[in-house]
């Protein structure tokens, strides 16, 4: 296929130009870019290219696969917290990703209520419709998924208009001092590592803000509200204090405090979801305990 960019692609990257313009996703262009089969101008570029408008667009598009039927598992450990018409709320375990994506084979949210027979809402991308936020894989707790295309609509903009009261419990090494503020800090791709986040200049807006609950000897339990849901934000602002949750090997965690605790991933659960019901419009919330490896390593933490 060959196109010229038009106006209203002009510096976007290659892969989402090429998605919009083909009508494939872009986790697809993401590896066709990889293989070397996206071009622009007759040079193979890579997916974050920027590409001009008028510049000459080739693409060459896969062969059609034979369709592979997949059938979801059940996730253990995924609780249901609350299921009307409109909306789903599941209690996340760690090593869960919200949905299925590029690089991941690992079970997902979706593919859960899929198994479990719910039907979302068809809105979003292919690979996570119905998905209106996203925890991280390695963070358990409190997450909602639309399930009609009114709720996904509502839901999607009440994240964007900052009305959702997220809030988060995070076990971080040493003493924040101040004991409780606000952490202002854009967030962006850490450079030469796409898996990895980091504050920089020219990243997205980000805010944090955070209370101490606890103070112990080894780390502090602090309670996190999310102004902003960047990647990985309260895992990069606390590392960016020198802070990093408890376990984050990623963002500079003590490997030593670390296995002590017996700790597979980061010390950061989801423990409250309120926001207003995208339909009857009445305030509801929701709460989530403690998974068992968290509790206890917090029990150790406490006993010194």
Do not use: N
Request: hydrophobic residues 45%; negative net charge; contains cysteine.
């Amino acid at each position: 296929m060959l196109a010229l960019i038009p106006d209203g692609l002009d510096g976007e990257r290659a892969d989402t130009a090429a998605a919009r313009m083909t009508g494939l996703s872009r986790s697809r262009w993401e590896a066709i870019a990889a293989a070397g089969g996206l071009l622009v101008d007759g040079q193979p570029v890579a997916k974050s290219f920027r590409v001009k408008a008028g510049s000459l667009l080739e693409v060459e598009l896969p062969e059609a696969e034979p369709a592979v039927v997949v059938r979801p598992q059940l996730v253990a450990g995924m609780t249901v917290v609350y299921d009307d018409a409109d909306l789903v709320v599941v209690d996340k375990p760690a090593f869960v990703a919200a949905h299925p994506s590029l690089g991941w084979t690992g079970p997902s949210v979706t593919e859960h209520l899929a198994a479990a027979g719910f039907v979302i809402a068809t809105s979003g991308a292919a690979e996570r419709q119905g998905v209106v936020q996203r925890l991280d894989v390695g963070t358990s707790g409190l997450m909602v998924v639309a399930k009609s295309e009114v709720a996904y609509s509502r839901l999607k903009q009440a994240f964007r208009d900052r009305t959702v009261d997220k809030v988060y419990h995070a076990l971080v090494q040493g003493y924040p001092d101040p004991l409780s503020g606000t952490i202002d800090a854009p967030i962006g791709h850490a450079r030469g590592d796409e898996w990895k986040m980091a504050v920089r200049a020219d990243g997205r807006p980000s805010v944090t803000h955070y209370e101490t609950l606890e103070v112990h000897r080894a780390a502090t339990l602090l309670e996190v509200h999310l102004e902003t849901g960047r990647t990985h934000q309260i895992r990069v602002h606390c590392a960016a204090l020198h802070h990093p949750c408890v376990g984050d090997r990623l963002y500079g965690a003590d490997p030593v405090l670390t296995d002590r605790l017996g700790l597979e991933r980061q010390w950061l659960h989801a423990v409250e979801l309120s926001f207003l019901h995208p339909t009857r419009l009445e305030p509801v919330s929701f709460t989530s305990p403690y998974p068992a490896d968290l509790a206890r390593a917090l029990e150790l933490i406490r006993e010194g």
